[in-house]
């Protein structure tokens, strides 16, 4: 006989007694009235949905929570950060919005670019290591690089302030130029990426929008999104939410499978930015820079943004890339290339030698010739004498 009045009471008492298994406490009480036993098996099942049911509206509710955070950082416009004014959004991505700031303090008549971080992607990363990348960009100083003037966090969100460059983003800047012109500002680039490795910062988002040619022709490395510290000593996970911020075009196939950031991510964008960047039809040595750069496995492309840089300029300079070709015809036609007047000299120099060979030997000829008619002359005088004595 069963100890409950009802299955509700049985309910009751499995919620008080066993509530982190409920079903698992129902068979303890060891109940013989079948009946009994699915009427209280209904009650956990509906109590089971309603928990599911609650949890997946909680989750729900914070993720639109999120969102609408997330979409009103596209329209504060007209609001203030710190000193500075927002006047206008100059762009916006995956990783958060920026807006073209100017100081409004009277301390100093100042633009600045000021990045906000959805708060999707602050909740991801962590509002304190989303601070602490930043002030690894703080940290880089170079030509090709914009600023980073200040980190923060106020009532609209996370932000940083940058280096506001006035120009135009690397594509739209190379329309106009030569393919000689375009891999100088390419070589600059690859400099900047460079710098950045050997501080331990990978830039893991490289696209043509994130750099843009300032006034005086200088490309500059923007929009870090959440830097990311170097792994050569650590790896770093990778998680969906960031893995879609990516522009897939560019991001490397390591990237977009979530493995261990690398600054062997930032070589496989350059080469993707290269490609781009060039006009087409290229030569076959371009071609295989640009698939080294683009090889599937890390371990296959440049070791280094420097060595790319290096292959770039030593195919300006019509030096052989000796990885790609060893064979002395390659050889020669880069020599005579990079150098043709010392080229066309020593053809010169082989020619007059040749020339002066054949001559000399063609003079010892005639020598022989004329040695050989003098002995048959003097020898005819000698018979002749030897006749007129007999």
Known sequence: MNQFKDALSCF???????ANNLTSGLLQLQLSDEQFIIEVKQLINAHTSNDQSSLFNDLLH???NLLTNDHQLLQLQ???ISHFRLEQLIGYGGMGAVYLATRNDGQLNQKVAIKLFYPSIVQLHGQKHVLQEAQYLAKLSHPNIASVLDVGKCSIGTYIIIQYIAGDTLINYAKNLSQKARLE???KVCDAVEYAHQNRVIHADLKPSNILVDNNGEPKLVDFGVARSSSMNHEIPLHNAYIKALSHEFASPEQLAGESLTTQADIYSLGRILEKLLIQPISTEL???INKSLAPLPQQRFASADTLKQNIAAYLAHRPLLWFKHSKTYILGKFIRRSPLTAALITSTIAFLGVACISLFLYQDEQKQAVK???ELLNFYQNLLISAHR
Do not use: C, D
């Open 287 to 289: 071609q295989e820079i």
């Open 373 to 375: 008619q003098q002995y």
């Open 185 to 187: 500002v390419f070589q």
């Open 62 to 64: 914070g993720q639109l």
């Open 12 to 18: 009751e008492h499995l919620l008080t007694h066993h």
């Open 78 to 80: 007209g609001g203030e």
